[in-house]
């Protein structure tokens, strides 16, 4: 594959660069170009594979999770405690080779689970058919990397291989921006103390095929950063590491690893061990809200919230609701967190809080 020669030959480059101020240049040049490289071959391939097989799972539901982890974690087990699955379970590798979508109800939130085969480490260069589930990865909500007691070590490893794919867990796109133009060459402002040189920030901009535009960054971004700033292919969801099996260890040694590993969660899904608080973690992270609609002089529907993102505005919720409305709104009421007292008026612009109830005034 002449992609991935040109790749490696540019990452050996890269190593072979000491690194330091003088280099620096060369060194955000080399990146870029690894970057741009792999790009068009992720592009290729998409156009390549756009007329065979991938994984064809349809999203359904408010949100939908990935599980992620290596081969015989528990994947299939969790995926079918959780949810309405029926999911393969068995005690040898790679049982399943295929994505198994699941439903769980949450809150009144539909939240749907795939179960993805093991991820192993090479999957963003293909193997073991890891493109297909990288897409299916990329597409979701969130990430639930799934381990056990025994593979612990193996978590960066899949941070790293989900990293190569584009994907960045927990985190957030640098606070920068690109307006491209047809002339003027490359005008940059630095609103921040960037510890980048200018001319290393256009080399890469100018390697990435950025010649014409205005750039104005806000924050002390690195190369990776900067890098992850140009391209449009990168996915920003929460992850969260959940070790399983936790009936398989001793107590004493569940409660190191919760020491060392404040943030991940501990479950067995076998025993149904803490799974509610999973399913409320799974909540959280996604950053859904239930916001339940009245109509004028009638009680609230309780039974089928909205489930929209934290966030959401009046506005957003009335585009959610997928209706044509007769006429401007003229305000909305609500009773819940986000009001100031019970049925206050509000307009379009009024930020929703979770629990709350709305009625639409036209
Ligand atoms: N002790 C214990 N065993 C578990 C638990 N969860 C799953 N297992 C066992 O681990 C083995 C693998 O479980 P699966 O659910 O098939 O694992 P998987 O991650 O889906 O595996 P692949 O489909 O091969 O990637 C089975 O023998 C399960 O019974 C748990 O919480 N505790
Ligand atoms: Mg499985």
């Not at 047809?182 to 609103?191: D, F, N, Q």
């Not at 040189?197 to 080399?203: C, D, F, M, N, P």
């Not at 806000?218 to 936790?246: F, H, Q, S």
């Not at 305000?331 to 612009?349: C, H, L, M, N």
């Amino acid at each position: 594959m002449p992609f991935e020669d040109d790749i490696e030959k540019t990452k050996e480059k890269l190593k072979g660069t000491p690194v330091n101020k003088s280099t620096e240049t060369e060194r955000g040049r080399l990146k870029a170009k690894i970057a741009r490289l792999k790009r068009e071959k992720e592009q290729k391939q998409k156009e390549s594979q756009a007329s065979g097989q991938g994984y064809a799972v349809k999203q359904r539901g408010d949100a939908t999770v990935s599980l992620v982890g290596p081969p015989s974690v528990g994947k299939s087990t969790l995926l079918n405690k959780l949810t309405n699955a029926e999911s393969e379970v068995a005690g040898y590798e790679f049982t399943t080779l295929e994505v198994v979508p699941g439903m769980m109800n949450y809150r009144g939130a539909n939240i749907q689970i795939l179960d993805v085969p093991g991820l192993v480490e090479g999957a963003a260069k293909g193997k073991g058919g890891g493109k297909q589930v990288l897409s299916v990865v990329r597409s979701s909500d969130m990430v639930l990397v799934v381990i056990d007691e025994n593979r612990l070590d193996m978590v960066e490893g899949i941070k790293n291989e989900l990293y190569g794919a584009g994907v960045r867990l927990n985190g957030r796109p640098p606070n920068m921006d690109i307006m491209e133009r047809g002339e003027g060459g490359i005008e940059l402002s630095v609103a921040c103390d960037l510890k980048l040189g200018e001319e290393t920030v256009k080399q890469v901009l100018r390697e990435n095929g950025f010649l014409n535009c205005k750039v104005i960054i806000r924050e002390d971004i690195d190369l990776e950063e900067l890098v992850d700033g140009l391209m449009d292919n990168r996915v920003y969801i929460p992850g969260l590491v959940c070790l399983n099996k936790t009936d398989k260890i001793e107590d004493t040694a569940v409660s190191r690893l919760r020491k060392e590993h404040p943030n991940w969660i501990f479950i067995s899904a076998e025993k149904g061990h803490n799974l509610d608080d999973l399913r409320e973690r799974l909540w959280e992270d996604l950053g859904l809200i239930r916001v339940y609609m009245k109509k004028r002089n009638k009680e609230p529907d309780m039974k089928e919230p909205l489930i929209v993102e934290a966030g959401s505005t009046v506005q957003e919720i009335m585009k959610s609701l997928d209706k044509k409305f007769t006429g401007e709104l003229s305000y909305a009421k609500i009773w819940g967190d986000s009001a100031k007292f019970p049925g206050q008026r509000v307009g379009e612009t009024h930020v929703l809080k979770d629990g709350d109830v709305v009625e639409l005034r036209f």
